[in-house]
């Protein structure tokens, strides 16, 4: 802090100095003296202290040519400061909405997958009676389902589908199951999205054998 202070008292002492010369109006347009543009583009730099320029500022305050050249230096600075802070912001802002573009993807996914719980179901042989479990629940928005499925179950693929409490068939997909983690998932894409609110079964089977089936409720 200290450093940024004593850096703006200079600079402030030196823009002084060079005012003082522009409006003493001084022409050299033969340059004679001048320290050259390395110089002068240093001192606008702050890459030489005040202590280094002293031996300059007495010829920097009497000569127009060199505090317009000073000045354009600045100006020039000015404008390339600008353009990479302009350019910063523009990259947090695509890194910004690149982020919220992701996050609401993966959002979306989430909303769209459903994963019930099975493992406390026992498995069935032979077609059977919708359990007395309270139904569960599936949104009509649910694209990817996975099931938890019961203790015994097998990997492979399984045969899934939707019924009206009478029986009728409304809905029927496939999906695989394999074991991850020591649970064994049974992943399946489906569609509910043409379906009415309401209540229904889902029977779920491999090789042709019901393994079981439970209520559900699409909502």
Known sequence: MKDDAQSAKDEKRILDVLSKGLSSE???????????SAILEGIATRKVTLFESEPWLDHLG?????????TTIRQRLRTRRQITVGS???IL???????Y????RFALVVDKTT???????????GRQRPTDRSSLVLGKSTRHLILYLPMGSKDGQ???VLLRESGDELLHTTGMAQLENHAMLLKANVNLSSLPRDSYIVGVSQNGIEAIRFPVRVR
């Open 88 to 90: 910063i912001l523009a």
């Open 62 to 70: 009497s000569c127009s040519a060199c505090f317009a050249e000073f």
């Open 115 to 125: 994963v019930l719980d099975l493992r406390d179901y026992s498995i069935q042989r």
């Open 93 to 99: 802002i695509v890194v910004f909405v690149l982020c």
């Open 158 to 160: 399984y045969d899934l």
């Open 101 to 104: 573009s992701w996050r609401s």
């Open 26 to 36: 001084f022409h050299n347009p033969s340059r004679r003296g001048c320290p050259g």
